[in-house]
């Protein structure tokens, strides 16, 4: 028996295949700074405690000793001496200028361009991923030719405003970040918090370049439901907590018995269903903006009617991007509707299709 | 370079080292977070959280210790976490570049014993996984989970006499 349980668990573990190339890399590349502190070998401590026991008065001068400063990249004050840019913006709608990308509702990897308007290829890319009515994370990824600290901060360009940056997903958001760019660290995730809703710049600032992105964001709404639940349990709650965006779809051709993820703010929602046999089926339905891999194959469906609709396929993952026609808090002018991300993973086209065209 | 030199030197701050550190942990790290969270992305994801932890632990890394079961604790505890409140992924966007699924291929013939492997509560699974992915030995195991080695033990016999029960349920219903 333990030996059947050994292969199946190998099996159901080695199903999930290996880690993706460069995870350590990836891992190490979003650590913080640690306070620059020289490891005390182990006899050295022993040796002090025993001093330390015997004499009273080496303990206090132990601890009136000055604690080690935090080390500092080299070369990021230079870099935060840089004033943070203005970027021009045309109209309420957070359009920057025709030259440049604006990173929003884009559909594509969008490359920063530099201030002249030529295209940088190779710098800095930003690929947006963002849920603007629950908090927003962009990933950065860093061209081949940057090496060194690469300062981020961000602004807000119409009006007062704060933003605080994270690497995503777990360290305090802080005005500015350092990312330290290398052969081994290439791409992050930053999380972004807006104090009031408006139109922000995120500035990179390189030991050889300082590049912004446009982007509109919103302050985080607190989430009000966040449960799991049966698959119409999802469809009354989620109707019932998100206000800001109408219609609400979600499929019909799910298995009632599929585990159902309910996360909704006011303003939008996230629901994800995973097939109970734990095969790794999952489909996740989102009011969110975001951009597919370019690596990915595409196809323009006019799903809904609309013409900008999007259809990737990359390996086991499928995904569906349009805008719904209806009313949404947040929607941006140049690109109405309700922004909706439908992904799947480990299901057919066929079966895609089939729970797509089910939204209702 | 070893180990303790790898640790001093990322106590001083040395990222390069601590990535020398960490890297030979970051699949049997990832092997354990697909084990609890059955999920590939979020496997990762646990994993970079870990990394993270560790980074920041490092200071409460036992003089001498193996980093490896340290590790996996702070990935087991980790990936806990990320089940009880499984809807800390709703705070960020769903990144399609990221995203990834296991193969359903090779589903068949065992699928019982998957399913009923896939609905152990999940710290049994990840004891299972420990003990028959990794290969830890019991004591090991139960360093990883926070548990003794008499209770790791009881608890696999268990888990293994439960599913013994489900396939046998399952048999007689075929």
Same mark, same amino acid.
């Given at each position: 028996?333990?030996?059947?349980?050994?292969?199946?668990?190998?099996?159901?573990?080695?199903?999930?295949?290996?880690?993706?190339?460069?995870?350590?890399?990836?891992?190490?590349?979003?650590?913080?700074?640690?306070?620059?502190?020289?490891?005390?070998? /182990?006899?050295?401590?022993?040796?002090?405690? $025993? *001093?330390?026991?015997?004499?009273?008065?080496?303990?206090?001068?132990? /601890?009136?000793?000055?604690?080690?400063?935090?080390?500092?990249?080299?070369?990021?004050?230079?870099?935060?001496?840089?004033?943070?840019?203005?970027?021009?913006?045309?109209?309420?709608?957070?359009?920057?200028?025709?030259?440049?990308?604006?990173?929003?509702?884009?559909?594509?990897?969008?490359?920063?361009?530099? =201030?002249?308007?030529?295209?940088?290829?190779?710098?800095?890319?930003?690929?947006?991923?963002?849920?603007?009515?629950?908090?927003?994370?962009?990933?950065?990824? $860093?061209?081949?030719?940057?090496?060194?600290?690469?300062?981020?901060?961000?602004?807000?360009?119409? %009006?007062?405003?704060?933003?605080?940056?994270? *690497?995503?997903?777990?360290?305090?958001?802080?005005?500015?970040?350092? *990312?330290?760019?290398?052969?081994?660290?290439?791409?992050?995730?930053?999380?972004?918090?807006?104090?009031?809703?408006?139109?922000?710049?995120?500035?990179?600032? %390189?030991?050889?370049?300082?590049?912004?992105?446009?982007?509109?964001?919103?302050?985080?709404?607190?989430?009000?439901?966040? !449960?799991?639940?049966?698959?119409?349990?999802?469809?009354?709650?989620? /109707?019932?907590?998100?206000?800001?965006?109408?219609?609400?779809?979600?499929?019909?051709?799910?298995? $009632?018995?599929? +585990?159902?993820?309910? =996360?909704?703010?006011?303003?939008?929602?996230?629901?994800?269903?995973?097939?109970? #046999?734990?095969?790794?089926?999952?489909?996740?339905?989102?009011?969110?903006?975001?951009?597919?891999? !370019? #690596?990915?194959?595409?196809? %323009?469906? %006019?799903?809904?009617?609309?013409? +900008?609709?999007?259809?990737?396929?990359?390996?086991?993952?499928?995904?569906?991007?349009?805008?719904?026609?209806?009313?949404?808090?947040?929607?941006?002018?140049?690109?109405?509707?309700?922004?909706?991300?439908?992904? $799947?993973?480990?299901?057919?086209?066929?079966?895609?299709?089939?729970?797509?065209?089910? *939204?209702? | 370079?070893?180990?303790? &030199?790898?640790?001093?030197?990322?106590?001083?701050?040395?990222?390069?080292?601590?990535?020398?550190?960490?890297?030979?942990?970051?699949?049997?790290?990832?092997?354990?977070?697909?084990?609890?969270?059955?999920?590939?992305?979020?496997?990762?994801?646990?994993?970079?959280?870990?990394?993270?932890?560790?980074?920041?632990?490092?200071?409460?890394?036992?003089?001498?210790?193996?980093?490896?079961?340290?590790?996996?604790?702070?990935?087991?505890?980790?990936?806990?976490?990320?089940?009880?409140?499984?809807?800390?992924?709703?705070?960020?966007?769903?990144?399609?570049?990221?995203?990834?699924?296991?193969?359903? &291929?090779?589903?068949?013939?065992?699928?019982?014993?998957?399913?009923?492997?896939?609905?152990?509560?999940?710290?049994?699974?990840?004891?299972?996984?420990?003990?028959?992915?990794?290969?830890?030995?019991?004591? &090991?195991?139960?360093?990883?989970?926070?548990?003794?080695?008499?209770?790791?033990?009881?608890?696999?016999?268990?888990?293994?006499?439960?599913?013994?029960?489900?396939?046998?349920?399952?048999?007689?219903?075929?």
């Amino acid at each position: 028996m333990s030996e059947r349980v050994r292969r199946e668990v190998r099996e159901l573990v080695d199903g999930f295949g290996p880690p993706r190339p460069g995870l350590a890399a990836r891992a190490v590349a979003g650590l913080p700074d640690r306070p620059a502190r020289r490891a005390v070998p /182990r006899w050295t401590v022993a040796t002090a405690a $025993a *001093l330390v026991v015997l004499t009273g008065l080496l303990l206090w001068a132990a /601890r009136s000793l000055p604690r080690a400063a935090p080390a500092e990249p080299a070369g990021v004050a230079a870099l935060e001496g840089r004033p943070l840019a203005s970027v021009p913006t045309s109209g309420p709608t957070c359009q920057v200028d025709a030259r440049r990308a604006n990173v929003v509702a884009a559909n594509a990897m969008v490359t920063l361009v530099s =201030g002249s308007g030529v295209p940088l290829a190779g710098l800095v890319t930003v690929q947006t991923v963002y849920k603007p009515e629950v908090a927003s994370t962009v990933g950065v990824t $860093a061209g081949p030719d940057v090496s060194g600290p690469v300062l981020v901060r961000g602004h807000r360009l119409d %009006g007062p405003g704060t933003l605080a940056l994270a *690497l995503a997903p777990a360290t305090p958001a802080r005005r500015e970040l350092t *990312l330290g760019a290398g052969p081994a660290a290439r791409r992050w995730d930053l999380r972004l918090q807006a104090s009031a809703p408006g139109c922000y710049a995120i500035q990179f600032d %390189g030991a050889r370049f300082s590049e912004q992105a446009v982007l509109p964001l919103w302050p985080h709404s607190p989430t009000s439901l966040q !449960q799991t639940m049966d698959p119409a349990q999802a469809r009354v709650a989620v /109707r019932a907590a998100v206000t800001g965006a109408r219609p609400i779809l979600l499929p019909d051709a799910i298995g $009632a018995d599929w +585990r159902t993820d309910v =996360g909704a703010t006011a303003d939008g929602f996230t629901v994800r269903y995973t097939d109970p #046999s734990g095969s790794g089926r999952t489909v996740t339905v989102a009011t969110a903006v975001a951009n597919p891999p !370019q #690596s990915a194959t595409r196809s %323009g469906p %006019g799903f809904h009617g609309d013409s +900008r609709s999007l259809y990737v396929v990359n390996g086991a993952t499928r995904i569906l991007l349009w805008h719904q026609p209806g009313v949404y808090d947040h929607a941006d002018p140049s690109y109405p509707g309700v922004p909706y991300e439908l992904t $799947a993973t480990g299901l057919s086209d066929a079966e895609f299709w089939q729970i797509a065209n089910s *939204l209702a | 370079m070893c180990t303790q &030199e790898l640790i001093e030197r990322s106590l001083a701050g040395d990222r390069s080292a601590f990535e020398l550190l960490i890297e030979p942990l970051v699949e049997p790290g990832y092997r354990l977070a697909c084990g609890m969270l059955l999920d590939r992305d979020e496997a990762e994801d646990a994993v970079q959280e870990a990394t993270l932890k560790a980074w920041l632990k490092l200071d409460s890394f036992r003089w001498g210790a193996d980093p490896r079961p340290w590790f996996l604790t702070i990935v087991a505890n980790h990936c806990r976490d990320v089940r009880r409140s499984r809807w800390w992924s709703v705070l960020r966007g769903v990144d399609p570049q990221r995203a990834g699924a296991a193969p359903l &291929e090779d589903l068949a013939g065992s699928l019982d014993l998957r399913r009923a492997l896939a609905r152990l509560p999940v710290q049994e699974r990840a004891l299972l996984v420990l003990h028959y992915y990794l290969d830890l030995p019991l004591e &090991e195991v139960a360093r990883v989970l926070g548990i003794t080695q008499v209770a790791a033990k009881s608890r696999l016999y268990r888990v293994l006499r439960r599913l013994r029960g489900h396939l046998d349920m399952c048999e007689a219903g075929t």
